[in-house]
């Protein structure tokens, strides 16, 4: 049966490669395998790029929240395509003027003239007629599908295995592409053929062949051709002269400049194709769709319809490039989507949204067409409460709607209930906006929600109102990072709504907080507003950021080191962090030693000096030692006398020595570093002790190792950098020859240090000594 209430689109142009579209200005019509008509696109040599993020602007905050308490699973993306808003719906419409295509946006002749350019029926093709702005305005903001049914014009169009044969079978619903009869067949020049597999199989195996939603897929072919495979020419397979010839999605079905040979093109296209058999058209119309559309940011039906996102910044046109020209469509889908999915069982599954955002949108979202000339909608800020006067019981409900639109489908956010007559027994809202010639106003739940509802319903709440707020300063000087409450006062003291709400000009400068308290970021002036909920009333503070003083200089060490002929920086600590004038002189005391060359220290010759940095604000002082010393020929590293070094060991290191003082008796070349792994190998921290079996490695600025040194430590056996009873233990299993120790180990066991480097009896005797605090053992 087929599904009557599913209306045909078709495509506007023609699918692309890489999203690169040529605007193709039209005289007369062209002869092509498939038209490109001339459409308002937008051509520049750096298209804005949009962005995906998971903060959304608070106009639409409260509607995605409110659907995630009921949908905790589902994935909610802003996609902030960088276009102006303005400037969008201009391009999706006829509002450019003459030269540009009045079809970029259509609607269905059957719908009420508010959607329909003039009112009247311009056709553009069969029975789609140019779209009024007011329509186009209202199905492109996307706050006006914010719903848990609406919303799904903008999942994302990814492959997942959740969707199943049955899940994709109840997409297809009544249409003979679901029929048990029909279901595997298909007929090409008036014969019915058995394809032996179903249309929801086909349509599976593309989805995961082209990881494009095997739903998105069947709900597109029902959306343009109501999966009629028995009347609709485009897959029927017997259009006299294009018998055997399937599109199952329209592609390329675009009208002759006469507005007719729409199925033609298609099955022209389909030729050229070579769609001789659904599941050829099927796969082939999902390549399309993938490879034209989906891969290149259009991967949600919003998308499709609207060419205006740009993730990869490799457009050359927006607006150009879209799937069909209906503007309903990515409605109808959406419909479509939802109720499979609830059907399949699936509502709860994980999806992802990509709703967009863009520049300079309205407070409120885009209201809903009407033929009413003089109907608009003013802002209002007074509170209300809903009564239906035309009843005789108690009980009242209405109907909260995202959209004036009562024709739409899960369109209502909210019921409201009330019990009890009179205005303090009922929920008190504010109006935020007052509908003229509308029949509607617009009002703003608890949740922060806003919704329309019958203007015949809405009632003015009688309350002491706000008359005026003040703030205890008006002026506020304050240093970097310094915070400061601000308190409001609300004139009358006995008004009844006192909620306010804070704001600033510059958060760059000057933050607050919705409890009045404010932190000074940088220098700079910014202006501090509180404003009242009720009635709307302001008063300001003005906060100067003034600059802050030094408050002292340090340095990371007391002493340090620097090879000869080299050079050497230290960055100083100056605090507050705040202070703004950082700037400090170096003054070094023997230039016989080291003097500075572009803010570098460098050495001049073996020896010492003071090094004193000073400050410009403050003349804070900080004071080092620098020593200069010569590496020896054919050297990289020198090591602090207290040492004693082989060309492969380092010995005299006293045990629970860490890391980071280990390093400050190395000196090495200016870029040189320096790794010290334990005997596991592994990379020790400065924090770490430096144990028998470690090494110390020596590499130059590219990597590359230049030395390597092997640690002992007489009588740490274990390689923790620590003298304790597991040395003796291990000491103990290498004389009972239970676990030899070999290597470094067996170095540092032979704690008495005999010519004959032998470990026996008397080496444990020093550990225990040692361990006994009788006798230290000598490194």
Known sequence: MVNKNIVKNKKKSQYKMKKYIVLTIFVIAIFLTFTIQKVNAKIYTNLPVSVTTAVFPDSYKSYIDAIRQIHPNWIFKAVYTNLDWTDTIRHETYELGAGYSTGISTVHDSLGDEWKRDGQNNYIDGPYVTASIQGVKYVMDPRNYLTERGIFQFETLSYTDSMTISAIEKVLGGSLMNDPYYKTRYKSAGVWLDMGISYAQIIKNVGLKYSVSPMHIASRIIQETSGNIMEKSAI?????????????????????????????????????????????????????????????????????????????????????????????????????????????????????????????????????????????????????????????????????????????????????????????????????????????????????????????????????????????????????????????????????????????????????????????????????????????????????????????????????????????????????????????????????????????????????????????????????????????????????????????????ISPLTKISDIKQKITTLPNYTIEIKNIADKVLTDTENIGTGSKIIIKNETGTVLNTFDVVIYGEISGDGIIDSLDILKLRKHLLQISILQGDLYKAANVSKDSENIVDSLDILKLRKHLLGIATIEQ
């Not at 209300?384 to 639109?405: A, K, M, S």
């Not at 608890?446 to 509802?453: C, I, Q, S």
């Not at 990371?556 to 090879?563: G, P, V």
Request: glycine share 6%.
């Open 236 to 652: 029927n397979g017997s259009l006299p002269g294009y018998e055997g010839l399937y599109n199952f999605m329209n592609v390329g079905a675009t009208p002759n400049w006469d507005g007719n040979g729409a199925v033609e093109n298609g099955l022209i296209h389909a030729r050229t194709a070579g769609w001789t058999t659904p599941t050829k058209s099927i796969d082939g119309c999902t390549d399309v769709l993938k490879n034209s559309y989906i891969r290149w940011g259009q991967d949600t039906i919003y998308f499709q319809k609207f060419d205006v996102n740009n993730p990869f910044g490799n457009a050359t046109v927006l607006y150009g490039s879209q799937y069909m020209t209906n503007i309903k469509a990515p409605t109808n889908e959406s419909n479509i989507s939802y109720n499979a999915y609830v059907n399949a069982g699936m509502i709860n599954e994980t999806f992802e949204f990509h709703i967009p955002i863009y520049n300079n949108m309205p407070a409120l979202a885009a209201t809903y067409p009407t033929i009413e000339a003089n109907a608009y909608y003013e802002a209002d800020n007074t509170k209300v409460y809903l009564d239906d006067t035309g009843d005789t019981g108690v009980n009242d409900v209405f109907n909260i709607r995202l959209t004036e639109d009562e024709s739409t489908p899960g369109n209502i956010i909210s019921v409201i209930t009330e019990t009890k007559e009179g205005q303090d027994n009922r929920t008190v809202f504010t109006r935020i906006a007052k509908g003229v010639n509308t029949g509607w106003d617009k009002i703003r739940l608890a949740d922060g929600r806003e919704g329309y509802v019958k203007a015949k319903y809405v009632k003015v709440y009688n309350y002491t109102k706000v008359a005026g707020v003040t703030l205890n300063s008006n002026t506020l000087n304050l240093h970097i990072n310094d915070a400061q409450n601000l308190v409001a006062s609300i004139n009358p003291s006995t008004a009844k709504y006192k909620d306010v709400v804070w704001s600033t000009n510059d958060s760059s400068i000057v933050t607050v907080n919705q409890s009045g308290n404010i932190v000074a970021k940088k220098l700079g002036t910014a202006t501090i507003t509180v404003t009242t909920v009720d009635q709307n009333m302001t008063a300001t503070c003005t906060v100067n950021v003034v600059s802050s003083n030094v408050a002292s200089i340090t340095l990371s060490n007391t002493e340090y080191k620097i090879i000869k002929d080299t050079y050497l920086t230290i960055d100083p600590i100056i605090l507050p962090t705040t202070a703004v004038n950082k700037n400090y002189t170096i003054t070094i005391a023997n230039e016989n030693i080291a003097k500075l060359e572009n803010g570098k220290i460098k050495g001049i010759a073996v020896g010492e000096t003071n090094v004193t940095f000073t400050t410009t604000d403050g003349n804070k002082t900080a004071v080092c030692l620098v020593k200069v010393l010569e590496l020896p020929v054919g050297t990289n590293v020198l090591f602090d006398s207290s040492l004693t070094v082989t060309t492969t060991t380092v010995t005299k």
